[in-house]
């Protein structure tokens, strides 16, 4: 799952760094990732692992690192095959 | 009385006295000199000086740092009395409310803190530099960054539109971290008189708020590293200063617009008693105090909102952004149709630039609301956002 966030942030986050060089814990906000890049990595997030955010996960923090989108993306997948 | 009633007792005399002490100044000095201060686009000395003398720039502070501890309602009321008389004066304490609450919400070092202290103490006033050339207007975005040269951190910064920076006794600014960030990766800095120089290469001479003095300036500061707010730009601009900038702008329009139906109310009613009124201009009256109306409910209820434990609206989220711009746009574009109304009321006697029934400095007052921050800029931001969220709008029920 790691590699498909990796994947998809080298696809919409608009990063100026290469990606593989983005740490699990790094600020991606302060690697160069916008309001806007960020609400695009969300919307090919959802697409792509067929989940939807609620408002409540939709914050500055939910998209500030890959941990942090990975543990929202488990979250929610994992609620949706409940 | 037991000690908790004391307490109720002696914080409502002090937000009694807060609005009281509002309506005084907005009467007295920013009343008096409102015409002559916009007619030669100068600072509005007298109405701060009477702010400053009323402990009023304290207002956002909490009590036990030395300020009266206003809540936010509180603030937007200050905001829109003093508006009502005078523009520049009502803008430039709530642009220095709003740098306040970045500081009290997000000054975790001992130098921030004490610094607050000071203001509230000397009743020093802060301006803001958010603003830099060649970013389009763009505020999340820096070219300037902190420089070490050797031991010192140097900040050099041309800022276009820095309001009543020539006034300031401290400046809030942002930069890029260091000269290696992204244009996003922001700090929010505090610049004291005695750390900076500021040179002026841009006057300011406007259609209208020409009282706020806002001129452009280049900046150089020595930063101090304890002055450097430790929470990143985006989180403070997120969580504070956006929400507290639109719901006091928005505070500060609903005033200029009640101040401009004041006067056609007044005309009218002195119309009234020579000849029967025809009914066109008293629905015309109605119907836009009915606007503005809606207005000021919706900024009411965003203050209460924000500052309710446990309440929706929160600054982290993307659903709060689109709410403070959806009032942010709403209250710009009321201010602005209901002094032309107010305009259109007064007539003959509204189109001059001064009278009791002048409206001219209020119809251009109003004219900065839509572009300041640009409407377009921020409903293209909702509009993404929007597009992002699934959620329908249930406000009413603020689950």
Redo the contacts between chains.
């Keep these: 799952m790691i590699d498909e966030i990796r994947s998809l942030l080298r696809a919409h986050a608009a990063l100026?760094v290469d990606v593989d060089g983005v740490e699990m814990q790094d600020?991606l906000?302060?690697?160069?990732?916008?309001?806007?890049a960020a609400?695009d990595v969300?919307?090919a997030l959802e697409e792509h692992f067929d989940i939807?955010?609620?408002?409540?996960m939709?914050?500055?923090?939910s998209f500030s690192s890959i941990a942090n989108i990975l543990r929202a993306v488990e979250e929610l997948v994992t609620n949706g095959k409940r | 009385m037991g000690n908790g009633e004391m307490a109720t007792e002696f914080q409502a005399t002090k937000v009694h006295n807060a609005i009281e002490e509002a309506h005084e100044v907005a009467r007295g000095p920013a009343a008096e000199h409102a015409e002559d201060v916009d007619r030669h686009s100068r600072f509005p000395v007298e109405a701060v000086g009477a702010l400053k003398a009323r402990r009023l720039l304290g207002a956002a502070v909490p009590v036990s740092l030395g300020g009266l501890g206003s809540s936010l309602i509180e603030l937007a009321s200050i905001a829109m009395i003093l508006a009502q008389e005078c523009s520049a004066t009502a803008m430039t304490w709530s642009m220095h409310q709003i740098q306040l609450a970045c500081l009290c919400r997000h000054g975790h070092s001992r130098a921030l803190a004490r610094y607050i202290q000071r203001v509230c103490e000397n009743q020093l006033l802060l301006a803001s530099a958010t603003s830099e050339v060649g970013m389009g207007g763009d505020i999340r975005k820096s070219k300037a960054s902190l420089v070490l040269d050797g031991d010192k951190l140097i900040l050099e910064k041309r800022s276009p539109s820095v309001s009543y920076g020539a006034y300031a006794d401290g400046i809030l600014a942002t930069v890029r971290r260091n000269s290696s960030s992204p244009p996003n990766d922001q700090v929010l800095v505090l610049l004291r008189a005695d750390d900076m120089e500021l040179k002026r290469f841009a006057e300011w001479d406007a259609l209208g708020m020409r009282g706020t003095c806002t001129e452009g300036f280049l900046l150089r500061a020595r930063v101090q590293p304890d002055c450097i707010f430790p929470d990143p730009f985006e989180r403070i601009a997120s969580q504070t200063m956006v929400p507290f900038s639109h719901l006091l702008w928005s505070a500060c329009w609903a005033g200029i617009a009640n101040g401009a139906l004041s006067r056609a109310r007044a005309l009218l009613r002195e119309r009234a008693r020579k000849e029967n009124l025809n009914s066109l201009p008293l629905v015309s009256l109605a119907k836009a105090y009915a606007r503005l109306q809606s207005t000021v409910t919706a900024i009411k209820q965003a203050a209460e909102l924000f500052e309710r434990p446990g309440s929706r609206v929160l600054g982290d989220l993307w659903s709060t952004s689109v709410y403070f711009n959806s009032l942010k746009e709403t209250a710009s574009e009321t201010a602005v149709r209901v002094t032309l109304d107010a305009l259109s009321i007064c007539g003959f006697a509204g189109y001059l630039e001064s009278g009791r029934f002048s409206v001219s400095r209020y119809v251009r007052d109003a004219l900065s609301a839509p572009l300041m921050i640009g409407n377009d800029r921020l409903m293209s931001s909702n509009g993404t956002l929007l597009l992002a969220s699934k959620q329908e709008f249930d406000l009413l029920s603020d689950r």
């Design positions: 100026p600020d906000y302060r690697a160069g990732m916008t309001s806007h609400v969300m919307l939807e955010f609620p408002d409540e939709l914050t500055r923090a």
